[in-house]
């Protein structure tokens, strides 16, 4: 069975860091590429961040540029996200997702909060 | 930026059919995506390139795509499909429509 978890979320000052992570099972993690996707509270889905599944490609959604570092190790069979300077608009649910066909999602794990404020 | 434009909600009696869309600039040409998300969940694939049902989806759900509009459509609407849906192209960037809250009457 598929399971993404994800961990690393909690409260944080604007401009403090935060280092998220996803631990996968179920599946063979390095042949699969990976996205990050935000949920402010109340509000839609947001994509963070792609990386492909050896970690050479990687995106960024412009709202998280030069801020957020997505990365992978693949012996760990674990996924990641650094982030810094987070401001009060970065506070949403931040999910890990297996990309499949298309870059569709196929798989998400249950998310963890990431909340920024003084 | 590519931009996805979704109504803000759409209602369907029970048991009849339901019908989001998905606006964007020829988005016929790209590959669309749609998800199911319920309150307190994680999203989840209904759809995936533009008409194809992963493994686990009822046959009711079904999409297209076409010109400037991709819709999903769901038949004989029940009270579990309640949620919010979501479509979603990769266009240099992952884009995501703004959402539809779907509620069966």
């Known amino acids: 069975e598929v399971q993404l978890v994800e961990s690393g979320g909690g409260l944080v000052q604007p401009g403090g860091s935060l280092r998220l992570s996803c631990a996968a099972s179920?599946?063979?993690?390095?042949?699969?590429?990976m996205n990050w996707v935000r949920q402010a509270p109340g509000k839609g889905l947001e994509w963070v961040s792609y990386?492909?599944?050896?970690?050479?490609?990687?995106y960024y959604a412009d709202s998280v540029k030069g801020r957020f570092t997505i990365s992978r190790d693949n012996a760990k069979n674990s996924l990641y996200l650094q982030m810094n300077s987070l401001r009060a608009e970065d506070t949403a649910v931040y999910y890990c997702?297996?990309?499949?066909?298309?870059?569709?999602?196929?798989?998400w794990g249950q998310g963890t909060l990431v909340t920024v404020s003084s | 930026s590519y931009e996805l434009t979704q109504p803000l909600s759409v209602s369907v009696a029970l048991g009849q059919t339901a019908r989001i869309t998905c606006g964007g600039n020829?988005?016929?040409?790209?590959?669309v995506h749609w998800y199911q998300q319920k309150p307190g969940q994680a999203p989840v694939l209904v759809i995936y390139?533009?008409?194809n049902r992963p493994s686990g989806i009822p046959e009711r759900f079904s999409g297209s795509n076409s010109g400037n509009t991709a819709t999903l459509t769901i038949s004989r609407a029940q009270a579990g499909d309640e949620a919010d849906y979501y479509c979603?192209?990769?266009?240099?960037?992952?884009?995501f429509g703004g959402g539809t809250k779907l509620t069966v009457l």
């Open positions: 390139r533009d008409s």
């Open positions: 179920g599946f063979t993690f390095s042949s699969y590429e």
């Open positions: 020829n988005i016929g040409s790209k590959n």
């Open positions: 990386i492909s599944s050896s970690g050479s490609t990687i």
């Open positions: 997702a297996r990309v499949g066909v298309e870059m569709a999602m196929n798989y």
């Open positions: 979603q192209v990769w266009d240099s960037t992952l884009v």
